[in-house]
């Protein structure tokens, strides 16, 4: 079993930036692979970013790439989303997930925060 937490969300102007953290408890952080999802209102969760086990290998959606930037600390067991240059557009409430062994860029993690809003005013 594997509890996650997120923190770091807020409201930021546009063009600013927010990093978002997400804790794991439980064992075996180093193999899972993690990913941040996001949801606005009115719309289906949708892929943000995602990173491998080691953390050398990382994947964006087109809408994020050049913005965003996850990371992973293993020894921390806390994963990371640096979110610059933010728009009204990434208005949402942003998850992390967890993932055994296989990184993927759909819906299918075994594990789910939940949740921290991230409100960009324009």
């Known amino acids: 079993q594997v509890r996650l937490v997120e923190s770091g969300g807020g409201l930021v102007q546009a063009g600013g930036s927010l990093r978002l953290s997400c804790a794991a408890s439980?064992?075996?952080?180093?193999?899972?692979?993690m990913g941040w999802f996001r949801q606005a209102p009115g719309k289906e969760r949708e892929f943000v970013a995602a990173?491998?086990?080691?953390?050398?290998?990382?994947y964006y959606a087109d809408s994020v790439k050049g913005r965003f930037a996850i990371s992973r600390d293993n020894a921390k067991n806390t994963v990371y989303l640096q979110m610059n240059n933010l728009n009204p557009e990434d208005t949402a409430v942003y998850y992390c997930?967890?993932?055994?062994?296989?990184?993927?860029?759909?819906?299918?993690?075994?594990?789910w925060g939940q949740g921290t809003q991230v409100t960009v005013s324009s």
């Open positions: 997930a967890a993932r055994k062994l296989i990184v993927t860029t759909s819906l299918s993690y075994d594990y």
């Open positions: 990173i491998n086990l080691s953390g050398m290998s990382t």
């Open positions: 439980g064992r075996g952080f180093s193999s899972y692979a």
